[in-house]
Structures are given as C-alpha cells and as structure tokens.
C-alpha cells in the first residue's frame, strides 16, 4: 500500500513562506504524477500544483508565480515551495500520487494564513 506522509503546514502571517514535503513509501518516478491539492473550508479540494516526468509544471491560476512544486527522486519527496502566501490560501494540503487508474492521497497537512 502506497503511503503519503506530508509535513510543513503550520500557522504564518499573510505575505509569509512555508514550505511543504511529502514523502512518499515508494519510488516517486514510478508515479505517473504527482501534485499538490488543497481543501479550503466548505470548499471542494482543488489542484494546486502538478508535476510529471519529463513535462514541466503546472500550477492554478492563483498560485503561479509565488509557489513551486519540486521533486527529490532520491529521497522520494515532493515539496511545494509557498512564498507570499495570501490568505485565501488557507486549508488542508494533501499530497496526491498517480499510478495508472490509482490514486493515492496523504493525510494532508493544515496551512493557515493569518492577517
């Protein structure tokens, strides 16, 4: 069973930086992709950032340009770099993990944006 295991999340003021990690129980080049979703209050989670081998990056809208999402083959973690954070990016960040038709979620990690 694949596990996913984030950690980084914490409390920061609004213009702040986090940096996120998710570490993963196997090989993370043998994932199709993986990303970054999160989950605001009362919303629906949300694709925040991909990444795939061989293809570059891809972010939402609302984050390009102040977050990063990187991959450490070599110690199978994925980080999702968060600068100026904003805070309508608060909520539960989860790593996600695409192999074939199966999908696999970490427990999520809880970013808060204080003013």
């Known amino acids: 069973q694949v596990q996913l295991v984030e950690s980084g999340g914490g409390l920061v003021q609004a213009g702040g930086s986090l940096r996120l990690s998710c570490v993963a129980s196997?090989?993370?080049?043998?994932?199709?992709?993986m990303g970054w979703h999160r989950q605001a209050p009362g919303m629906q989670r949300e694709l925040v950032a991909g990444?795939?081998?061989?293809?570059?990056?891809n972010y939402a809208d609302s984050v390009k340009g102040r977050f990063t999402i990187s991959r450490d083959n070599a110690n199978n973690t994925v980080y999702l770099q968060m600068n100026r954070l904003k805070l309508e990016d608060t909520g539960v960040y989860y790593c996600?993990?695409?192999?074939?038709?199966?999908?696999?979620w970490g427990q999520g990690t809880q970013v808060t944006v204080s003013s």
């Open positions: 996600h993990a695409l192999r074939g038709p199966y999908n696999y």
């Open positions: 196997e090989r993370i080049s043998s994932f199709d992709a």
């Open positions: 990444i795939s081998s061989g293809v570059f990056p």
